[in-house]
């Protein structure tokens, strides 16, 4: 508990750190910079009503961050779908690793601004081609950690499922499946990070409503105080996201 306590505390003066040099910054050597209290004078409208909607992309900030939490958790699950399996394939068999290996590492570090492009000319609708985005940017972790997992079982324990001669579906459920399940979700926390990333660049690039599209649409209106209303918002949502995927990793081992 004590422990705990310290962390938060630390926490906090970090925090007030930041605040701190960002009231410096604001004063001294970037003017157009808002400062703290000017960032919550104008953007107080979006905070104590957060759900309230005025207008397509008028919003309270926590509606606005709904939206691209829902695209988040849809491509995020495309992304879960579609590469656990692949992530178990490759890992089991050699051959097909060294096949599609050089295609992952080709694949993995295009940015979701090249990929974007690609998914509007593929369905030509915002949405989908978002979903797209997000799922093929962010896939490639939980591929590789799963594969990683299950290239790191025991032969111990494929020994003894031989031995005592399981089939196909019982060796997956009962061997592979409980020794990857903490690569696996470790996997899941990078790409639901690499998921929240994305779909910010995707709204800035279709202006779509979201925390993105909003940023973007502040941006060229120059109010530059909700700018930083909508970092600061991508940072928290984030930061929480983070600790709840960590929360049932933690649980899972646990267990």
């Known amino acids: 508990m004590r422990a705990k306590l310290q962390n938060f505390a630390l926490s906090l003066v970090g925090a007030a750190v ?3 040099l960002w009231a410096f910054l604001s004063s001294t050597v970037a003017a157009d910079l ?5 960032t919550w004078e104008e953007s107080k409208p979006y905070i104590v009503a957060p759900w ?20 988040v958790g849809k491509g995020f699950l495309i992304a879960v779908l579609v590469g656990t399996p692949l992530g178990f394939l490759l890992g089991s068999s050699q051959l097909l690793a060294r096949m599609f290996d050089p295609v992952i590492q080709l694949l993995r570090p295009i940015s979701p601004m090249a990929w974007l492009p690609l998914g509007l000319v593929l369905f030509r609708q915002s949405e989908p081609a978002a979903l797209f985005t997000i799922a093929l940017c962010s896939m490639w972790p939980t591929v590789i950690n799963t594969m990683q ?4 079982v025991p032969q111990d324990y494929l020994n ?13 459920t009962k061997v592979l499946l409980p020794a990857t399940l903490p690569h696996m979700f470790t996997g899941y926390r990078i790409s639901l990070g690499l998921a929240w990333l994305v779909i910010v ?8 409503p979201g925390i993105g599209g909003f ?7 120059l109010i530059y105080s909700h700018i930083l ?27």
């Not at 808002?34 to 000017?38: A, D, Q």
């Not at 992309?57 to 829902?70: E, F, H, K, N, P």
């Not at 997992?149 to 790191?152: A, E, K, N, P, Y």
């Not at 660049?201 to 779509?208: H, I, K, R, V």
């Open 149 to 152: 997992g299950v290239r790191s």
């Open 229 to 255: 209303l909508c970092i600061l918002t991508i940072g928290i949502v984030g930061f929480c996201l983070d600790r709840l995927m960590g929360v049932a990793e933690a649980k899972l081992k646990a267990a």
């Open 201 to 208: 660049a995707s709204e800035m690039l279709t202006g779509t």
């Open 52 to 71: 309230e909607k005025r207008g397509e992309m008028d919003q309270g900030i926590l509606r606005m961050a709904s939206y691209s939490l829902l695209r």
């Open 34 to 38: 808002p400062s703290p209290l000017k």
């Open 215 to 221: 940023l973007w649409q502040e941006y060229n209106s």
């Open 160 to 172: 003894v499922a031989r031995v005592l001669r399981l089939g196909t579906w019982k060796r997956f």
């Open 18 to 20: 930041l605040v701190g």
